[in-house]
């Protein structure tokens, strides 16, 4: 199995920044995407960003593209996400997770474990 642990999520006001890792352990050579993924209080899980470890692909929610940026560090196990000019509506729960899949990233079902999410509040 896969260990993933979310940090550095936070409070921040709007336009600010934040910068979430993922530190992932187990049985990490079995995936092919790390992912990132968000919940809002009502709302469905929506896709954030995804990396792949083989290539250096990477897909972005349109919500989130030129604001955010996923990277990673395979010798760590580490995946990143900075967030920038944040806005009080990318207020959620954000989950890391892997996908053993190269592709259909956007897809929460094809994730096959996952973390237990960082707090990110974005005031106005």
């Known amino acids: 199995q896969v260990q993933l642990v979310e940090s550095g999520g936070g409070v921040v006001q709007a336009g600010g920044s934040l910068r979430l890792n993922c530190a992932a352990s187990?049985?990490?050579?079995?995936?092919?995407?790390m992912g990132w993924f968000r919940q809002a209080p009502g709302k469905e899980r929506e896709f954030v960003a995804a990396i792949s470890w083989t290539g250096a692909t990477t897909d972005y929610a349109d919500s989130v593209k030129g604001r955010f940026t996923i990277s990673g560090d395979n010798a760590k196990n580490t995946v990143n996400l900075q967030m920038n000019s944040l806005k009080p509506e990318d207020t959620a729960v954000y989950y890391c997770?892997?996908?053993?899949?190269?592709?259909?990233?956007?897809?929460?079902?094809?994730?096959?474990?996952w973390g237990q999410g960082t707090q990110v509040t974005v005031s106005s």
């Open positions: 187990g049985r990490t050579f079995s995936s092919a995407l």
């Open positions: 997770a892997t996908s053993p899949y190269n592709r259909a990233t956007y897809y929460a079902g094809n994730y096959a474990y």
